[in-house]
């Protein structure tokens, strides 16, 4: 039978079939569905949402020191990825109002880190809509999974935490496997500055308050997103056409402020030295903030991470922090369980940095490492590749899985190593990985069977033996 034949056969048959089908069933079968509450993430089952990719957020929020209040509407750019009845963002703050394309839609709160909404119509799979979100609240009262992540006083907030923050200050579909760009703007009292992540817009002051607005254009992860108002001594600096922004607080002593800015100036020339090794610098800007409030931690927001007080022995943690945006913020966990391609490789640069300044060769970091954890059963029985949810920042993942990075490099030798540190970061760029991904491109770059390798640095619970097969 002749091709158009064929062709024309199937279209009878297949029409004869629906006929067949009631058109009760038929439209049952095409009915729009509810967009599940979370992504699937193993750790995380709530973290993220169904059904939808954010493409762009609108953040406008407003913010009270003296009664810790925080007010805003945040427009959201959402692509529908399925025919949807409804769908959820995560959220903890009080929502008044919810708009789909200009036009009321319903919403509630079952579970209060989920708010469901109910657009007046449905949203067809592949139409793009903007979602509309005002809300108010005290950011200090809202928790999820026992996380209170607000930090600040009566002078100074900043908000950064790891792996959520988002929910405490905007409404997202919080998890790093859905990444987009953001205009941010904060409402404060015009005496003090604000501070966000990518490019500084402009800043509208009307009667006692201020309004600034900043931008960033490269796809981001929602719990890297963040903003900071206090009084802030800001730096700038241009280096290579890249535009870097440094702020300390002016609530630190003298002496420690003067410390901690110094070490922030050095963010330009070492942000240079990454590329040298990592290649080309992923975004447009970058910078850093050292806050008064004291947080315990250091974390990388994109572009600009903030620092507890730094001195003239911070290298490392800026390193750290800096390489970061290659691993973790360009190219970013596909699940919270594979958290060793952001410590690990972090982790990793600082002893790569510190070997190239005429410090300890990362190997000799690696053997004395190996010896000193030789006793300490606990540091090995962590599964580097799956930790689990409640020790995903364990301090195995950082130095087990920096261990391990430095042993690939001493296994595989130096151009396979950078090779595939660079591919990496090149073809995942804006993207995300798993550990099994990057397990592959390992052994496709360097032409080795590297399975028993990284099931003994990665997965096993006893400590590699120290043969060359396991790097040493």
Known sequence: MPPHLRRVCA??????????????????????????????????????????????????????????????????TVR????????????????????????????????????RITPAVPVLAGSTVTVTVRYSGKPDDATYLGEGNWLADAREVVTINEPHMAP????????????????????????????????????????QVATTHWRSVEPMAPYLAFFAAGSFEVRKDSADGRRSVVAVSKRLAPRLRRASMTMLRETPQLTAWLETQLGPYPFATTGGLVTSLNPGFALENQTRPVYPVLGPGSGRLLVHELAHQWFGNSVSVDRWRDIWLNEGFATFMEARWTESTGGPTADEWLSDSYDALADNTAFW??????????????????????????????????????????????????????????????ASVSGQDLA??????????TRPARTAANGF
């Open 80 to 115: 529908a990825t399925q025919d949807l009845s409804r769908f959820n963002l995560d959220f903890l703050l009080q929502v008044s109002q919810v708009k789909v394309d200009g036009a009321k839609a319903s919403f509630d709160r079952r579970n209060r880190h989920e708010l």
């Open 11 to 76: 279209t009878v048959v297949l029409a004869l079939v629906l006929s067949a089908v009631p058109a009760q069933a038929r439209e049952a079968a095409d009915a729009p569905t509810a967009g599940a509450a979370g992504l699937g993430d193993p750790y995380f089952p709530l973290d993220g949402n169904g059904g939808i990719d954010v493409l762009h957020y609108d953040v406008r929020d407003a913010y009270d020191f003296r009664s810790g209040r925080l007010s805003g509407r945040t427009t959201l």
């Open 168 to 207: 405490w200050w905007f409404p997202a579909n919080d998890h790093p496997r859905d990444k987009a760009s953001m205009d941010v703007r904060i409402t404060v009292p015009k005496e003090r500055k604000v501070i966000s992540n990518g490019t500084l817009v402009g800043r509208v002051v009307k009667g």
């Open 381 to 442: 029985q962590l599964r580097i590749a799956d930790p689990g949810r409640d020790r995903i920042f364990d301090s195995a993942v950082y130095l087990r899985g920096a261990m391990a990075v430095q042993a690939l490099r001493n296994r595989i030798g130096e151009d396979a190593f950078w090779t595939t540190l660079r591919t990496w970061v090149t073809s995942r760029a804006g993207g995300n990985g798993t550990v099994e991904d990057f397990r592959a491109l390992a």
């Open 452 to 461: 028993a390798f990284f099931d003994a640095w990665l997965v096993g619970t």
